[in-house]
């Protein structure tokens, strides 16, 4: 989506997409308790593209100049950009291409979440942070809960990140059990009702919210091959198969990065330069390869008060507090830009 708005003044753009509309999954984790919002996060791509055209399809097949769609039709390009993006259970992302379904199942989780007395959040990472702290700060006579297998909250990003955020969820009333493997649960891929078996024990909710594993989908690149993390393997350049113009980027591409929307807004902006030289007749071979991000950069809001933000101002980042959390994410949830961007203002 960015790609293409980034590109629509200087090419002749196709976007190709089978979804009804963008689903701003960011603010789909505060929508389970605050539905209104489902109104602003669902934006129509009527308004993305001024001189390019928008093409409602499923890309199948993905090779050098060429995309075959599902009903046999070939687009061809100069260069093609794949941006599969992952899958996620339910609530969190959109299921289907369809505008109804994602209404459907939310409406389900926040049905689910205003009826149950004792909610667990499977998964310790940003979304089951996040979810958590927004059904806490909706409902604080709620029983919340946090089973996860890591040793810590939001692990794998800054250590003073996970240090920052285990008071304030712990001064919010939300207890928080790690180093639980949970080797027994119903579903994998929406909330459901019940119990699950972690670290021995057997745990018993009115609701039981999984958050964890988000999955690449992978794109219909020919002869692709998925690294170990099951994401496509990309040469420096983002470029999959030692194609010359086909890119890869975002979580379904294995270019060192963390699959969150902050790394996906470094690669756009990395490869709309990237793309702006190759128009102009540059060879790839002498342009900057893109290098992951080395500095660790994440925003945690946790409800709309209290949260921790790790910004890329040192080597080992730079912990902000509730106030600038709140201010560059958890007030907005960067709902005002994105429709921005699809030109809604």
């Not at 003044?9 to 976007?15: F, K, P, Q, R, S």
């Not at 490869?271 to 007749?281: F, H, Y």
């Not at 106030?323 to 709902?335: H, I, N």
């Amino acid at each position: 989506m960015r790609m293409a708005h980034g590109l629509d003044e200087l090419a002749d753009v196709t976007l190709i997409e089978p979804r009804e509309a963008f689903f701003h999954c960011v603010a789909a984790i505060r929508a389970v308790v605050q539905p209104a919002l489902l109104d602003r996060l669902i934006i129509p791509y009527d308004r993305l593209l001024r001189n390019g055209r928008i093409i409602k399809a499923r890309a199948e097949q993905i090779s050098e100049g060429c995309v075959v769609l599902g009903n046999g039709q070939t687009v061809e390009g100069d260069f093609i950009i794949a941006a599969t993006g992952s899958n996620y259970a339910r609530p969190f992302k959109a299921q289907s291409d369809s505008i109804a379904d994602f209404r459907s199942h939310q409406a389900a989780a926040h049905a689910a979440v205003e009826a149950a007395q004792t909610i667990i959040v499977v998964g310790a990472g940003p979304v089951g942070v996040e979810l958590a702290a927004e059904i806490k700060f909706a409902h604080p006579g709620k029983s919340i809960s946090i089973l996860a297998a890591s040793d810590d909250v939001v692990p794998g990003i800054a250590s003073k990140l996970s240090k920052a955020l285990r008071p304030q969820i712990a001064d919010m009333g939300i207890d928080v059990q790690l180093g639980a493997f949970v080797d027994g649960v119903d579903r994998t891929d929406a909330p459901f009702a019940g119990g699950l078996h972690a670290g021995g024990k057997t745990y018993e909710a009115d609701l039981i919210v999984p958050a964890f594993g988000a999955k690449p989908v992978l794109p219909p690149v020919e002869c692709a091959a998925a690294s170990a993390s099951g994401r496509l393997e990309v040469d420096q350049w983002m470029r999959p198969c030692g194609y010359q113009a086909v890119f890869a980027l975002g979580d379904a591409a294995d270019n060192g990065d963390p699959m969150t929307i902050v790394a996906v807004r470094r690669q756009v902006s990395w490869l709309l330069k990237t793309v702006k030289k190759l128009i102009d007749g540059t060879s790839v071979e002498t342009l900057p390869a893109y290098t992951r991000a080395t500095k660790p950069l994440l925003l945690v809001p946790l409800g709309q008060k209290k949260g921790a933000s790790i910004l890329p101002i040192s080597r080992s980042g730079c912990l902000a507090g509730p106030w600038l959390t709140q201010k560059a994410k958890g007030r907005d949830l960067f709902l005002t830009d994105t429709r921005k961007e699809l030109g809604y203002t």
